[in-house]
């Protein structure tokens, strides 16, 4: 019996040791010309956070929006997060700012070029493959909850 508790004591470090898996989030509609996305929504500072931190894939046209409690010169980094990723930092209209490329494990700064009230992350390139660029606007932030409550 003394065998099953170490055993079972053991197992229980090593689950404690390994990071938690991000959870889905609430996911709602988006748009972007004819483009469609559905964006998992990071309203609350912990789920953004988080982010995408842990995750292995993420579907082709799915997406993480962070809403942000007002317009900033936010930034993103890529610590813990393993999938390649665009992001676009958005106006409060809607409107792209920048796009930025990250690369996956790396703690270089990607930040907004004006004041941002979002933040669009994607599968690196899908904005490039669909010729998205500064200046078109995200459709669907409206409906996004402006906090999300846990």
């Excluded at 889905?24 to 972007?32: D, G, M, S, V, Y």
């Excluded at 609350?44 to 962070?66: C, S």
């Excluded at 500064?134 to 996004?144: D, I, Y």
């Amino acid at each position: 019996m003394t065998k099953f508790y170490c055993l079972v004591a053991v197992l229980l470090e090593c689950l404690a040791a390994t990071p938690a898996r991000a959870d889905p989030l609430l996911t709602f509609p988006l748009k972007i010309a004819e483009h469609k996305l559905r964006a998992e929504v990071a309203g609350t500072p912990e789920d953004r956070q988080i982010g995408l931190m842990y995750r292995r894939t993420m579907a082709e046209n799915h997406a993480m929006v962070f809403v942000f409690d007002r317009p900033g010169l936010w930034g993103m980094w890529m610590r813990n997060t393993f999938i390649p990723l665009s992001v676009a930092f958005l106006a409060e209209d809607g409107r792209i700012l920048n796009i930025e490329d990250m690369e996956p494990e790396t703690e270089d700064s990607h930040s907004a070029r004006g004041p941002a009230k979002y933040a669009l992350e994607v599968n690196k390139g899908w904005f490039h493959k669909r010729k998205i660029k500064p200046g078109q606007r995200v459709e669907g932030l409206k409906a996004l909850p402006s906090r999300q409550s846990k």
